[in-house]
């Protein structure tokens, strides 16, 4: 029988990096993600839920308060950034305590935890070479190195020998890299190239013409190299 899971966390870049590694073991079936914990206790208590992936650091309930708040509790994988709860989050009989950004190999040992009389879990080979990014890079500009939180990141811009990468807020940071090294460094489910000198982040896309998309009244082209692959991304 599959391990019915459900993923709560109110950062979705969490949610995309635990869901994709679910989503390569058969033996776990990811039946619900929430960014908001009072519909998935809705969910979780009328539903088979046998794992829960759980942050503990929500605006609306904590993940602990969460717990208590639950009729049946299912097996708990706490995710934080925060260290410091791990005492808290074992009180409540986890099976493990997952520190953000959360490694694949990490990932596994905590899975293999569920039951350890019963075989290890495994994914499929290709599974084992995920690259997930953290929630945040850091990149040269002029002497320093500024941290730029991914998630505001809205689109980046070529400007002959520099990458101009506008962010939220209407701030922007230049540096002197290229578009290969940057987006190394990003998810490729949010960001897209769509020309030789724009790469996208689909969070922030407003509108989409025929060859153009427009982001915050900016007008950025999509040329025809990338044309084709942006819209199957996109599936349009």
């Given amino acids: 029988m599959k391990i019915n899971t459900v993923i709560i966390d109110d950062e ?31 969910f979780i208590n009328s539903n088979r839920v046998d794992l829960l992936f759980l942050d503990i650091e929500m605006p609306i309930l904590t993940g ?25 989050a074992f009180e409540f009989d986890a099976v493990d305590y997952l520190v953000k950004p959360v ?7 905590a899975v293999n935890k569920l039951n350890k009389n019963t075989s290890e879990i495994l994914p499929s080979e290709q599974a084992i070479d995920y690259k997930i990014p953290s929630r945040f890079i850091f990149v040269k500009s002029d002497y320093e190195s500024v941290k730029i939180v991914i998630e505001d990141i ?15 807020n209407n701030r922007y940071v230049l540096t002197l890299s290229n578009f290969k090294n940057l987006m190394e460094k990003l998810p490729d ?41 942006f819209f199957e991304k996109i599936k349009l």
């Fill in 12 to 42: 979705p870049l969490a949610i995309d990096i635990i869901k994709k590694y679910c989503e390569s073991i058969n033996d776990i079936e990811l039946i619900a993600t929430f960014t908001n914990p009072i519909e998935a206790m809705k």
């Fill in 64 to 88: 602990l308060e969460f717990i208590e708040t639950l009729n049946t509790k299912p097996s708990l994988i706490f995710t934080t950034a925060y260290p410091q709860f791990a005492i808290d």
């Fill in 103 to 109: 490694s694949y190999k990490r990932f596994l040992k």
């Fill in 154 to 168: 809205k689109y980046i811009e070529g400007l002959k020998d520099y990458l101009k990468i506008h962010l939220t």
């Fill in 189 to 229: 489910n949010l960001f897209i190239r769509v020309h030789n000198s724009f790469v996208v982040n689909l969070k922030y896309v407003e509108v989409i013409q025929r060859n153009k998309i427009i982001i915050d009244n900016q007008r950025i082209p999509i040329s025809g190299t990338y044309k084709n692959k």
